[in-house]
């Protein structure tokens, strides 16, 4: 294996707090091992944000998502051009959320996200609110990775629907009638991607599927590292049957060319 992987869909960490792994007894890296870690595998780049992998309740403000924000710059201080961060917003917080948009373009930031309903304790992706934050979004040529919410269906196709300015990227291809619903969305909007995260890769085909049916232009990889093990994620795409060019695109062209400078 050669060349540049970019892993569009990581969770990097600076505690316990924040460090997302079903087995931490026996899994416990630092923040300073986790890019060695990752580099071992091949991958070159990562985005993503911080998330707190405890509840959070509504009553705690806009606080807790601003720490989150906070610690994915002072990730990207660490580690430089190695790490593009994600960061998050909230649809109970127009104003802040929109602000944090504002703050974080000045800083040469392009990416919200990956947006986690379930942790933030929220879940209409066709709410007015999170639309007024979308519309912001897209005056500032964000992009915005979002966790496939599978009883959310109409509601996901109607938020990509209703933000043609907006770049989106689903998370997460799951197992087939959900990833056949991916397709169907891709197909119908130009301006929604798949990164390769999470379930589904694991299913071999997947992606030379997908790749047939839409085009290896709209597919990211993607890890979901420290969750999933990402030397496992890397090797699947060079085991797929699809062409040279069709690899490069997924593995860094396409990230790169969605996120503009945000990755050279």
Known sequence: MSGMVIDFHTHPYLSGEEFLNFYPECFTPSPEQCRADLERTGISKICGSVILKRPYHKEEGFAPIRQCNERALEFQRIWGGFYAPGFHVHPDFVEESIAEIERMH????????????????????????????????????????????????????????????????AAHPGERENFMRHLERMKQFDNLYLDLSGTGIFRYGLVAYGV?????????FGTDYPICNPRMYVQAIYQEPISEADRENILHKNAERILGGVLK
């Open 106 to 169: 000045t800083q040469g930031i392009r990416l919200i996200g990956e947006l986690v309903p379930y942790l933030h304790g929220w879940r209409d992706y066709s709410s007015w609110n999170l639309s007024k934050i979308l519309d912001a979004a897209g005056k500032y040529r964000m992009v915005v990775s979002f966790h496939t919410m599978t009883d959310e269906q109409e509601e996901m196709g109607r938020m990509v629907a209703e933000h043609p300015d907006v770049t989106f990227v």
């Open 212 to 220: 047939s049916r839409v085009g290896s232009e709209r597919f990211l």
